[in-house]
């Protein structure tokens, strides 16, 4: 019986026995793992304490690219991977750079520039999941990854990661590793380095940003894009407010600043995105095709580490990306299609100072400038009337401001409105329609055509006297460029975007010559129009526009407001202003006269600004003072209408429809500012009355060698 053993007893001794062998090969395999692991990292840590410091690591900055300067040396674009934007570590905030620490790496001053336990941790997780899941770089293997590696998640990049990294530990500081990390980390939405980041989100230098905003900077390197404010806030925020939890418990911060700084809501730059990352990208678009104009292809533009200093005012340009939103706002056009662009130069040396195309480059890059063609309206008309001065009239000659049949054409002024008799000058300063049709019947069409040509119009002009109302297609840039010539005593000035093409060695590979010019008008032509000109912003349709210095200009709004225009110059600036709707719908009382003499004169303040209240050095000109002794209203039944006559009149472009008043926006009065010329003409005040003004002389207009209308 002491001999006896349970049967279920045997079989216990029998799986033990059968179970022991397994347990120690698996124990023996686990120790020999740990053991082969150990060995590895004591050879990579002897390795890479072995490897060699960097050569000129002090010196080297971030991969060439091509950017594209403002005149002022302002970066409004770069391409391919970089904008870099030095910065001390000194000029740094504090807490910026606490947050960044307890983020990315609260370790940073007490390792070597690898954490090889936490690459342990994260090599078991990725060999688990089968593929990279988990990171544990420390600022220094990221900073090597930025400067000579690339981002892909492979082993044998983490290997080449950490080896550099040990590299760079031997060679510089960990003040000066974490300068520049703080330089070169991308923080998504184009911000390359802290300086560009709080200049992209919040529009900021450093030194201004609230501990709130640093921390929401410092979230961004784990995933930028998917960070980013301008395209999830909500989890910007929570992001945000994890970094500010970190520097609590690291007690970077305390709990009462923790608490306030985790409430603050996030308020981003008002400019859209696009201007942010690409500060002008109409302007930036067009000096891409001069460009390539000049012989530079698209991959030594965009990789070839070209510096190409462009002709753009800067500080004039964002003005127009800030008036053309907050005007088109203001007089409620919200909506994508309500658009507006803006083009301006110096009719002198032809350097364009401001270009923008539309209103939003993100939800629409067609460039309205130079692609668009709309029907031009009043700002036609002073063509007209410069033709009419260089045949030999006089701004002060009288004309019928009364109804006129020519052919089957019966023009009318806006609401059937006349004043009799009034000089040329007030005709062009209220915007007479009936006026500017009379004067085209008087000197011809093919004189007007000619003229538009020379002075740069080359879109398609019909052989046709509603061409005296604006009713063809022009481009806002080529209006722009024929107004230059009144700017400039007659001569035509090519615009061109590009001063100075560099290479990445500072060798200049093109410099901009003196600007192609051509004599176009007699100087005593361009002083009457711009004389005329005057008095519309002083007195007529433009007076929206006045901005307290010598400036011409001319309203222009096509048929049911469709179009409305501002183009004005100064000696200096010329500047042409559209707006309209991308559907060619009306716009209601919208015309030249409110949101584009608006928008121009926001932008002309500052553009003009460098030079000063400086007057036209043109001959005197005498505009002899007039009123209109009654006004003629002439009901629309009193005038003979047959079919064709009213088909022709929906065609007309009533442009004298700058001169009422419009209706009302949400919090403006248009009536401050937009007189009304269908009740009277205004007294027109002239002191330059001392010497009678030399008659201007004819100068003959070369005939074109195409069919007339026909673009050659």
């Known amino acids: 019986m002491g001999n006896y053993v349970p049967k279920n007893r045997k079989r216990a001794n029998k799986r033990v026995s059968v179970e022991n062998p397994l347990l120690r090969f698996l124990t023996t395999i686990i120790v020999f793992a740990i053991g082969v692991l150990l060995a590895g990292m004591i050879a990579l840590k002897f390795y890479l304490v072995s490897l060699p410091p960097i050569k000129n690591l002090n010196s080297l900055k971030p991969n060439i690219v091509t950017t594209f300067c403002a005149g002022d040396g302002e970066v409004i674009k770069t391409f391919a991977a970089f904008a870099y934007s030095n910065v001390e570590l000194k000029d740094v905030p504090e807490n910026l750079v606490k947050a960044l620490i307890a983020t990315e790496d609260k370790h940073f001053y007490s390792h070597q520039g690898y954490d090889i336990f936490g690459l342990v941790r994260s090599m078991v997780a990725n060999v688990v999941a089968g593929h990279v899941v988990q990171g544990a770089s420390t600022i220094t293997q990221q900073l090597s990854r930025i400067l000579f ?21 031997k060679t510089i500081s960990k003040d000066k590793i974490l300068e520049m990390y703080l330089n070169n980390v991308y923080l998504g939405s184009g911000a390359y380095g802290v300086k560009g980041a709080a200049k992209i989100y919040f529009n900021k230098n450093l030194n201004q940003l609230t501990l709130s905003e640093m921390a929401l900077i410092a979230g961004l390197p784990q995933a930028p894009s998917v960070y980013s404010p301008y395209n999830n806030k909500e989890l910007a925020q929570k ?54 104009k000049l012989g530079f292809s698209e991959d030594e533009i965009v990789n070839g580490g070209l510096k190409v200093i462009t002709t753009l005012d800067y500080k004039a340009q964002v003005t127009a990306n800030e008036a053309i939103i907050k005007n088109l706002n203001a007089w409620g056009m919200k909506q994508d299609k309500n658009q507006a662009a803006v083009f301006s130069f110096n009719p002198i040396d032809g350097r364009i100072l401001v270009y923008a195309g539309g209103k939003d480059y993100t939800k629409s890059q067609y460039d309205r400038v130079t692609q668009s063609q709309r029907p031009s309206g009043s700002a036609f008309k002073p063509i007209i009337y410069t033709a009419a001065v260089e045949k030999g009239f006089s701004p002060n000659d009288m004309i019928d401001d009364m109804p006129i049949k020519i052919g089957n054409w019966t023009p009318r002024n806006y609401g059937n409105k006349y004043r009799g008799k009034i000089p040329l000058y007030t005709a062009l300063m209220v915007s007479s329609n009936v006026c500017a049709a009379r004067l085209m019947d008087e000197i011809g069409i093919r004189p007007v055509i000619q003229l538009a040509r020379v002075m740069g119009i080359t ?27 009144f700017a400039n005593g007659g001569y035509k000035v090519e615009p061109y975007a590009i001063e100075r093409v560099e290479s990445s060695r500072g060798t200049i590979l093109y410099e901009a010559k003196k600007a192609r010019t051509s004599k176009v008008l007699n100087i005593n032509t361009a002083a009457t129009m711009t004389a005329i000109m005057k008095t519309v912003i ?30 004005g110059f100064t000696p200096d600036v010329v500047t042409g202003v559209w707006v309209g709707n991308d559907d060619n719908s009306q716009m209601g009382g919208i015309t030249g006269g409110t ?49 064709e006559n009213k088909d022709a009149d929906k065609k007309d472009s009533d442009a004298e429809k700058d001169g009422v008043k419009a209706p009302a926006p949400p919090l ?22 001392r010497v009678e003004a030399p008659k201007p002389s004819y100068a003959p207009i070369p005939m074109s060698s195409s069919p007339i209308g026909v673009q050659n």
């Not at 210095?549 to 469709?562: E, H, I, V, Y």
């Not at 269908?678 to 009355?689: G, H, L, R, Y």
């Open 149 to 169: 590696l690339s981002n892909e998640k492979t082993f044998s990049r983490k290997i080449k990661e950490l080896q550099v990294a040990a590299q760079i530990e």
């Open 239 to 292: 992001r945000r407010n994890q970094v500010l939890l970190r520097m609590y418990k690291m007690k970077y911060i305390d709990k009462a600043t923790y608490e306030k700084a985790k409430e603050e809501p996030i308020v981003l730059s008002k400019m859209p995105i696009m201007y942010a990352t690409n500060k002008a990208p109409y302007f930036c678009d067009y000096v891409m095709k001069e460009l390539q």
């Open 459 to 485: 879109t398609p002009i019909p052989y046709d006297y509603t061409i005296a109302l604006g009713s063809h297609s022009v481009k806002l840039f080529e209006m722009t460029r024929a107004f230059g010539v």
């Open 538 to 567: 002083t007195n007529g349709t433009g007076r929206a526009a006045n901005i307290g210095k010598p400036a011409a200009g001319k309203t222009g709004t096509t048929d049911d407001s469709k179009d409305a225009y501002f183009i």
């Open 595 to 643: 949101i584009p003499a608006l928008i121009w004169k926001d932008i002309m303040i500052v553009a003009t600004q460098p030079y000063g209240n400086a007057d036209f050095e043109y001959p005197e000109v005498i505009l002899q003072p007039f009123r209109a002794s009654s006004v003629s209203v002439i009901k629309q039944g009193d005038l003979s209408k047959n079919d």
């Open 668 to 689: 403006m009065k248009p009536a401050d500012f937009i007189p009304q010329m269908q009740k009277e003409t205004p007294t027109i005040d002239v002191k330059q009355e």
